[in-house]
């Protein structure tokens, strides 16, 4: 029985000090209500009357164009595209006053490789839709020149195969209309001579090949094998802002000013012991 006494003064001990701390802060109620208000009101004022930003997004898909085996090939690399437009539209107009909207980020898209996500800020969505408009621009703008340096390249193959082609045809009417004036042997040696040319004296592959590929290069030559860059949908804007976030704001103003005050008080209370002491 001896033993349980000092257990039971320390929670009684306990229990004081919880009630004394509970008076302490019951008696200074006014100074907590009115702080803890104070801050929640400044809080809200803030945040009411900041410059609501808004934010628009866009899912860019990259275009793509047809191959010699009929499959997709992107025209350009998406990670060292995300690289250069960072650059462009982020990294280099960081230091940049009194804009209008803002890029905040332009990044590639988890478990795709033809997709890139850009994000924008600014006062309206119309000012931060047309900034993701510009990026788009510049995209469309640049695949564009791609798609037609490949397509003209793919054009003049076809006109290169063409040349081949009439160049060893024009041969062989040569010879042939020589053979017309050629008798035995001389004849036999003209045809071997054709042929020989024909399979390699040019440094060209024999007709059917070069017409074979000369089909190939055509059909590719369609403008639906020509996909550019677009947009996904439509750039997306939100009629809700996302700054500054109001409740969130007013609501750790409330809990911050409210344990704020509390902490004023328990110094408060503080200095007044250790002034009594002094004055004691």
């Given at each position: 029985?001896?033993?349980?006494?000092?257990?039971?003064?320390?929670?009684?001990?306990?229990?004081?000090?919880?009630?004394?701390?509970?008076?302490?802060?019951?008696?200074?109620?006014?100074?907590?209500?009115?702080?803890?208000?104070?801050?929640?009101?400044?809080?809200?004022?803030?945040a009411?009357?900041?410059?609501?930003?808004?934010?628009?997004?866009?899912?860019?898909?990259?275009g793509?164009?047809?191959?010699?085996?009929?499959?997709?090939?992107?025209?350009?690399?998406?990670?060292e595209?995300?690289?250069?437009?960072?650059?462009?539209?982020?990294?280099?107009?960081?230091?940049?006053?009194?804009?209008?909207?803002?890029?905040?980020?332009?990044?590639?898209?988890?478990?795709?490789?033809?997709?890139?996500?850009?994000?924008?800020?600014?006062?309206?969505?119309?000012?931060?839709?047309?900034?993701?408009?510009?990026?788009?621009?510049?995209?469309?703008?640049?695949?564009?020149?791609?798609?037609?340096?490949?397509?003209?390249n793919?054009?003049?193959?076809?006109?290169?195969?063409?040349r081949?082609?009439?160049?060893?045809?024009?041969?062989?009417?040569?010879?042939?209309?020589?053979?017309?004036?050629?008798?035995?042997?001389?004849?036999?040696?003209?045809?071997?001579?054709?042929?020989?040319?024909?399979?390699?004296?040019?440094?060209?592959?024999?007709?059917?090949?070069?017409?074979?590929e000369?089909?190939?290069?055509?059909?590719?030559?369609?403008?639906?094998?020509?996909?550019?860059?677009?947009?996904?949908?439509?750039?997306?804007?939100?009629?809700?802002?996302?700054?500054?976030?109001?409740?969130?704001?007013?609501?750790?103003?409330?809990?911050?000013?409210?344990?704020?005050?509390?902490?004023?008080?328990?110094?408060?209370?503080?200095?007044?012991?250790?002034?009594?002491?002094?004055?004691?």
């Amino acid at each position: 029985m001896p033993q349980n006494i000092p257990e039971q003064n320390y929670y009684q001990e306990d229990e004081i000090d919880l009630k004394e701390l509970f008076k302490i802060l019951w008696a200074k109620k006014i100074l907590i209500i009115s702080l803890t208000f104070a801050i929640t009101l400044v809080a809200g004022i803030y945040a009411f009357n900041k410059t609501p930003i808004y934010e628009a997004t866009a899912l860019v898909e990259i275009g793509n164009y047809k191959n010699n085996n009929n499959n997709n090939v992107l025209v350009d690399s998406v990670p060292e595209l995300v690289k250069k437009l960072n650059l462009l539209f982020i990294d280099l107009l960081k230091n940049e006053k009194d804009r209008e909207a803002t890029i905040t980020s332009i990044s590639t898209v988890k478990g795709t490789s033809s997709f890139i996500n850009i994000k924008s800020e600014s006062t309206s969505n119309k000012l931060a839709a047309n900034e993701i408009n510009k990026i788009i621009i510049y995209i469309q703008n640049k695949h564009q020149t791609e798609l037609e340096n490949i397509l003209n390249n793919r054009k003049s193959k076809i006109t290169s195969i063409d040349r081949q082609i009439n160049i060893i045809k024009n041969k062989q009417l040569e010879l042939l209309s020589n053979n017309n004036y050629l008798n035995g042997n001389e004849a036999l040696l003209n045809s071997l001579q054709l042929i020989s040319m024909i399979n390699g004296e040019l440094g060209v592959q024999s007709i059917s090949e070069l017409i074979e590929e000369k089909t190939s290069l055509s059909l590719l030559l369609n403008k639906r094998n020509y996909n550019n860059s677009e947009v996904v949908g439509r750039v997306l804007t939100n009629d809700y802002p996302i700054k500054p976030k109001k409740k969130l704001i007013v609501a750790v103003a409330f809990i911050a000013g409210f344990i704020l005050s509390i902490f004023l008080v328990f110094i408060m209370n503080a200095f007044r012991k250790e002034d009594s002491k002094v004055n004691a």
